[in-house]
């Protein structure tokens, strides 16, 4: 039992902190008075503009169709930073490996490009 001592530790610090980052901060806005909800804060908005339809209505579908591409280039850019910090040690073969990663990388923008998965009317 004393080998999990720590592990319980740790376990009872990170339950007391992220607990009083949640609670405190609530309990502080209601003893100093901030705490004032009206009907206008309450409403839900989104974008910064109020509702305006049901909010279980469907999102078109290039909307997640632009969101997985600016995942898959966003990573790209991810993979290529470490590897142009340390090309001119890794050899030649890191180079065309990057040059293959790069090509596929373009092939698939041309085919969402072609596709029209870009385009936003």
């Not at 790209?76 to 990663?101: D, H, Q």
Request: net charge negative.
């Amino acid at each position: 039992m004393a080998q999990y001592l720590p592990i319980l530790l740790f376990l009872a610090v990170a339950l007391v902190l992220s607990s009083a980052f949640v609670f405190l901060p609530m309990l502080v806005a209601r003893l100093t008075g901030t705490h004032n909800p009206t009907p206008e804060k309450l409403t839900e908005y989104e974008c910064g503009f109020p509702a305006f339809e049901d909010s279980r209505s469907q999102f078109d579908v290039r909307f997640y169709l632009v969101a997985i591409l600016f995942i898959v280039f966003d990573l790209e850019a991810a993979f290529i930073y470490p590897w142009a910090v340390s090309v001119f040690s890794l050899g030649w073969t890191a180079w065309f490996a990057m040059m293959v990663f790069i090509a596929e990388l373009a092939l698939g923008l041309a085919y969402a490009w072609k596709k029209g998965a870009l385009d936003w009317e």
